[in-house]
T-cell receptor, first 115, second 110 residues
């Protein structure tokens, strides 16, 4: 079956512009996560959605970052007024379990470059 | 808060050598522990997991045992292959949040 998909795969934007990154999770997965992976670094948790519950936004680095998940499926991560330090690979993952004991399935990521 | 510490890389080994990548954690409660792998040009994928103390996860010749007394989940493989070259991430999940280690890059030479 289809895995997690993300679009675009690459995005180059100018400093100060807004960008939207999209994630399509595996059908039926109730949990959805966004992470950021900077060059040579580990994964930084950004935000977590579980079903229709309020998202856990504790990992968002600033108020320029926001995310929504429509209809419990597709999610969009928005970065406003991008900065060069926002350059990274943004990964989305989904899981069948709300408690995290099931594995997370990762998308291929969106590589964001802010010039 | 919860955290994961894994050995820094890169780790360079010859084919058929023994591999150990150390991982220790701090967590409240009883987290589940995972090893994820990222092969060159590919996305992260689960390698193995253990959900309670003394469980051993295994896959593709890799093993890791959930040691609560030492708060560790070291990854081992008896004989590595060139195709094992990748970045390996240790992770824990307590509740709904997953915390990842910084990753360890492994190079295996033929």
């Amino acid at each position: 079956g289809a895995g997690v998909s993300q679009s675009p795969s690459n995005k180059v934007t100018e400093k100060g512009k807004d960008v939207e990154l999209r994630c399509d999770p595996i059908s039926g997965h109730t949990a959805l996560y966004w992470y950021r992976q900077s060059l040579g670094q580990g994964l930084e948790f950004l935000i977590y959605f579980q079903g229709n519950s309020a998202p856990d936004k504790s990992g968002l680095p600033s108020d320029r970052f926001s995310a929504e998940r429509t209809g419990g499926s597709v999610s969009t991560l928005t970065i406003q007024r991008t900065q060069q330090e926002d350059s990274a690979v943004y990964l989305c993952a989904s899981s069948a379990s709300p408690t995290g004991t099931y594995e997370q399935y990762f998308g291929p990521g969106t590589r964001l470059t802010v010039t | 808060g919860d955290s994961v510490t894994q050995m820094e890389g890169p780790v360079t080994l010859s084919e058929e050598a023994f591999l150990t990548i150390n991982c220790t954690y701090t967590a409240t409660g009883y987290p589940s522990l995972f090893w994820y792998v990222q092969y060159p040009g590919e996305g992260l994928q689960l390698l193995l997991k253990a959900t309670k103390a003394d469980d051993k996860g295994s896959n593709k010749g890799f093993e890791a045992t959930y040691r609560k007394e030492t708060t560790s989940f070291h990854l081992e493989k008896g004989s590595v292959q060139v195709s094992d070259s990748a970045v390996y991430f240790c992770a824990l999940t307590g509740g709904f949040k997953t915390i990842f280690g910084a990753g360890t890059r492994l190079f295996v030479k033929a």
